[in-house]
């Protein structure tokens, strides 16, 4: 430290008020960590420093703060808020306010934050996301500065409680998954992913949310399809690296070992399991660590189920292992009868493709959710137990709905393809035809050119020997008639 420096520290230090006590000395630093929103374990070392020092540390914020004030004078929490939810700006005026939300949420103190989430900046974020999902042509940087404006929110408690205690965030940010911008989509897994492992009910929020998705999808589907389509359409790193976190956030963060086990066997539905092969190929230590963390999880998790069984083992992935094994634990026992009629019952199920697996996954849903009621807690049998199925049911008519259309632009299609097929072939038969016809008119004409280039030889030639004929004749007529005179006169003289 230079002389000049030293000095300036010695001005600072006997600036600090005489009468200051110690309590209120700290009681201003805890102030300055949390509205610089200092994590506990960088505070340790500022609580250990001597007043002196902590005095510094506290002039030299304010002097900080007092100079990033006077330069954003003008964008206070409320301005940005006014201009984001002004209908008629343009789209760079949009991106520009949200740029300005990013940086001010990102620099300036905790009081601005608190500012902006008392005036409802979080509903003008979402608003602004879900505007971004209605209409996909909007400027798709704006939904990416919007993504990260929420990132910026969410990195304090402030921000975070705020997104855990809205109905729709978690929805809206799901929803965003769609982008066809991978910085977007990235963004929004790294933030559900925080979400998961928040207590006491992020977890619960990113599955609904995923449930959410899953249903306002055309033809449902698995709820966690399009993380899997994700990892499948996309050869990004980032985002491979992104989806495989939020999927290992999903699934470890339950305390119960049936949740998680259910999960994981959803993943593996939905084709997780068949996807990691292909992520081994990719060269990332980053993806590998998940990976490893989802594989060394499922073991652990499968020694845990085993041991429930004595460590007898077997395939869970297998059918016929499952049944199996389920068939042995419960023979001779009570509950085989049971085993059994459900067996039968699920013989009884209509002999048709789609209806068939309408009731499996209906079975599924019932069974799911009484295996896995209240977290883990066994129901109470002696009273009446309610099962929820009504998203599933919404998405299964959304589906055959689907389907429905889907048979009929398929049928319509094959009709236009016969149609289409016909026409050409008309079209080819008229046109051999024409080509026929005219190749005949052609060979007519060619012909008649030909005659009467014959018949003009002809006349050509007559009218050649004609005059042949005709200078033959006068020669021959000139001859007779010099005999005749010259008969006459000898008669005459005798």
Known sequence: MGKKDKKQEEEVIQKMPKDMTTEQ?????????DQMNIQEAGRVPLRLQ????????????????STMEKKNDSQTAENIIRDLNNVKATSDQVLNTLRSCRICLNNLPMSWVIEFRDKHGLDCLLKILQSCYENPQSVEQIQLEAVRCM?????????????????????????????????????????????????????????????SLALARAGGGFRFGPLVRLLKASDNIHLQVAVVQFINALVTSPEELDLRVHLRNEFNMAGFQGQIVDLRKVKSEELGIQLDVFEDETADDYSELLHRFNDVQFEMQDAQECFTFLQNLVQGTPSEPYLLSILQHLLLIRDDHIFRCHYFQLIEECVSQIVLHRNGVDPDFRGHFTLNVDPLMIGMANKDQVDEYRERTEALQKKLEVEHSVRVENETSMTNEFNAAMKEKEAALQAERSAKAALQAEVAQLKEDLAVAKANAGKGGSGGSGGGLGAGSGSGSG
């Open 25 to 33: 000395l700290d009681a201003e630093m805890e102030e300055m960590m």
């Open 50 to 65: 001597p007043p002196e020092q902590k005095w510094r540390v506290l002039s030299l914020y304010r002097q900080e703060q």
């Open 151 to 211: 990132m910026a929110f969410m990195n304090n408690k402030y921000g975070l409680h705020s997104v855990l205690g809205s109905k729709s965030a978690m929805r809206v940010l799901a929803r965003t998954l769609g982008s066809t911008n991978r910085k977007t989509v990235t963004g929004v897994l790294e933030l559900m992913a925080a979400v998961c492992l928040v207590q006491p009910n992020g977890h619960a929020l990113a599955l609904e949310a995923m449930t």
